[in-house]
């Protein structure tokens, strides 16, 4: 039923619920008439939660008798055993349910019970893939946790063997945590972390991460330590992924990967990017993890971009150009265009240093073009591309570009820390230049103050410190301007984003883990350099300035 139907449904029940609840019905019962006026009898008979209808005490009471006996109690006892068991499946085809129940003939089963309106829902024309009706998956787990709890990780682990034989491993990690299978899901997250997060879905990632984490797997497996630790790097957590890094170095460090890869060469590569020991062991590390990674190993873009980092930092273009159009094309034929994107924008930093100003312009168009057209605007690897965007804005004189380009790569500022130093403070001295060809002194200041912390910590960064000191001191020539939304702190950036939500101060400190004393006065420093008064004004001003 479409919304006016199920409206009209539930008033012949001579129930009065708002539209906006009865939008909230149909979404819970798909627009199932029974179900739907099952749920306008729990209302009627008095359930306290009308929004959810069937869900509290009552209107549950009443979809579980009808879907037993009306549709469990039509199905044979084979056919409801079926049910029952499969219902741990979120989709589900015959083979699939063959493998999970150890028998045949599943695929006719499927279809009969399609056929015979059971609430089994086909999902293509050909009848191969089904799901169950939410409502009828939610009585049949019920069912299955009551009759054969022991059964139910079982049926699991089954599930997750057939999908990962089948290519589907984001479906099988889901099914091997419910079956509490901690070196399966760990073996699974090893081949899918890096597509995944290629994906845009660096989250998801780190869920699994941290799934493993809490069942103290991590340690068994250092790559995927090394997996977490650069998931939390790219997310600006710094201080969690020292904690990870110090698994890594902690686990195994013999043995050979699923895909061929060394353990050490993955360790190799960690180093690399953590640049914790200068320039030199940076470029050691990442051509020793070229070396061990297996050739499909997604890793071996980014150990040559920095080897070609590395020559950047030391002021060597004819060993650098070479190698990062290389990376450039490894990137492309592995799939990695955030990757690809980043090696560009180094590029462009290569052909400034050599006084090629057309092919700035051109490889930052390039840059930027593969982050728009992939919705790469929130990654980490994005912010170098902003900022040489702006730097290609100001050599045309395009003044409201740099400022655009510039206040793009301040939402990324965040994410730039000392656990990926060399690509954040690359970023940050792009930016520090832009501000200060605009004569925009406190967002020169903001963030070369934000490379400071991040020498205290990385000290050994080539030619980059060299280069933060000469715009300090082009810097101590301006005047300051009082703030503005350019100063902005990193704190306060973090801030920023949950001052559009309905959480409140309080709930936001919990959420940054800082005091509420805190978030009270970075939001009132936010307010002055944003020139408001109040919440939402914040907000707004925010949006404005498209941050």
């Not at 741990?88 to 085809?93: H, P, Q, S, W």
């Not at 799901?131 to 599930?159: F, I």
């Not at 902005?488 to 709930?507: K, Y």
């Not at 936001?508 to 307010?527: C, D, E, F, G, W």
């Amino acid at each position: 039923m479409d919304p006016a139907e199920a409206k009209e449904l539930i008033a012949a029940a001579e129930v009065d619920v708002p539209s906006a609840e009865v939008d909230q019905l149909i979404c819970r019962t798909e627009g199932w008439a029974a179900g739907l006026y099952l749920a306008a009898l729990a209302i009627r008979a008095g359930t306290p939660h009308r929004d959810a209808g069937f869900a509290a005490a009552r209107g549950e009471a009443f979809m579980s008798d009808y879907l037993r006996f009306e549709l469990l109690n039509r199905a044979s006892p084979a056919e409801a055993s079926f049910l029952i068991r499969t219902s741990v499946l979120d989709r589900m085809n015959g083979p699939m349910c063959d493998a999970v129940l150890q028998t045949a003939g599943s695929a006719r089963v499927l279809e009969d019970l399609a056929g015979r309106n059971m609430l089994v829902i086909p999902l293509d024309c050909n009848k191969e893939w089904y799901r169950y009706h939410q409502l009828l998956r939610r009585l049949l787990g019920t069912e299955l946790h009551r009759r054969e709890a022991e059964d139910v990780r079982p049926l699991h682990l089954r599930a997750a063997e057939w999908l990962r034989h089948n290519g589907m491993p984001e479906a099988a990690i889901r099914h091997a945590q419910a079956a509490e299978q901690a070196d399966l899901v760990a073996e699974l997250v090893l081949d899918a972390a890096q597509p995944v997060w290629a994906s845009g879905r660096v989250e998801t990632v780190l869920r699994w991460m941290e799934w493993l984490e809490e069942r103290r797997a991590v340690e068994r497996y250092p790559a995927i330590a090394v997996h977490g630790s650069l998931i939390l790097a790219l997310l600006g957590r710094a201080e969690e992924t020292d904690r990870w890094v110090a698994v890594a170095e902690r686990g195994e460090k013999s043995g050979v990967l699923s895909d061929g890869s060394t353990v050490q060469s993955v360790l190799a590569y960690l180093r690399a990017l953590l640049c914790r020991d200068g320039v030199e062991a940076m470029r050691r590390h990442a051509q020793e993890s070229w070396a061990g990674l297996s050739p499909g190993s997604p890793y071996r873009v980014s150990t040559m971009l920095y080897v070609g980092i590395s020559y950047l930092l030391q002021n060597d273009l004819d060993r650098a150009d070479p190698v990062l159009a290389n990376a450039f094309d490894d990137a492309l034929a592995a799939g990695a265009p955030p990757v690809a994107a980043l090696v560009l924008a180094e590029r462009c930093i290569s052909a400034a240093a050599g006084g090629d100003t057309a092919e700035v312009e051109t490889l930052a168009a390039q840059a930027l073009a593969i982050v728009e057209e992939g919705h790469f605007e929130d990654y980490w690897t994005s912010a170098l591309v902003f900022a040489q965007a702006a730097q290609a804005a100001l050599q045309r004189g395009d003044q409201a570009a740099v400022q655009r380009h510039l206040v793009r790569a301040t939402r990324l500022r965040p994410l730039l820390t000392y656990a990926l130093p060399v690509v954040s403070v690359q970023a940050l001295l792009q930016m520090a230049r832009s501000y200060l060809a605009l004569t925009d002194a406190d967002g020169a200041a903001a963030v070369l103050q934000q490379a400071v912390v991040i020498r205290h910590r990385r000290p050994d960064l080539g030619n980059l410190w060299n280069q933060a000191d000469e715009l300090q001191s082009h810097l101590q020539q301006l005047p300051a301007t009082g703030g503005g939304a350019s100063s902005l702190t990193t704190a306060e950036l973090r801030l920023l984003p949950l001052l559009a939500t309905h959480l409140s101060l309080r709930e936001i400190a919990q959420q940054l883990r800082v005091s509420p004393a805190t978030v009270k006065t970075q939001t009132s420093s936010m307010y002055r350099k944003l020139g408001v008064s109040r919440r939402g004004a914040a907000v707004a001003r925010a949006g404005e300035l498209g941050m």
